[in-house]
């Protein structure tokens, strides 16, 4: 069932490995089937130097498992809340990277100060408010998720493809597994530059908002005029 995309899945996860996001089982990828009624991801507490494609784990959209010898991430229930609120999401990562945690942890959001930052987040890339004790003590991972979605309320979560969870750790989303990992990866670089940026100076502000559109649309949207064409 899926092989296809467990496999991708699979790749995807190897990818947050080779990219230096995650040590021993920090980390987890999934991804949503065409129908989204089930999600494949990472099995919990699998070292990945033991995984395999056919270890990847099938779920559906309530948590139960329907394929698969080992449970699923315990991350699961913040993947789904995420798949059901952001329609248009076809994948999931999860990571504790060090920058972008680092940012997660001081409760703080990283503001564009740059063109690299524009280039692949249209905006301030939000923190969550604090779980709070409930949210915490009951359903904590599906309460990661819905404290995601509450933040990205009146925000386009396609433009701004990432979320930092407050003491927590990033989140980022895609169009499949592949892109998901690369949006994490951006992630972390544009983290490391902002806060080396803020060392050089404490008062930075946003870019330019004019400078923000032009490296945004240049990339994104019917206007879009980097690379090749298709």
Known sequence: MFEQLKKEVYKANIELVKKGLVLYTWGNVSAIDEERKYIVIKPSGVDYDEMTSEDMVVVDMDGNVVEGKYRPSSDTKSHLEIYKAFINTHAVAHTHSTYATSYSQAAKGIIP???????YFYGEIPCTRALLSDEIKNDYE???GKVIIETFLGKDYNAIPACLVR?????????????AVFHSVVLEEIAKMA??????NKDIQSINKLLLD?????KHGQSAYYGQTK
């Open 142 to 144: 599906l309460n990661t």
């Open 113 to 119: 100060m740059g063109t690299t930052h524009a280039d």
């Open 167 to 179: 003491n927590h750790g990033p989140f980022t989303w895609g169009d499949n597994a592949m892109e």
């Open 195 to 200: 806060f080396i940026t803020e060392k050089v």
């Open 214 to 218: 032009k490296h945004f649309k240049r």
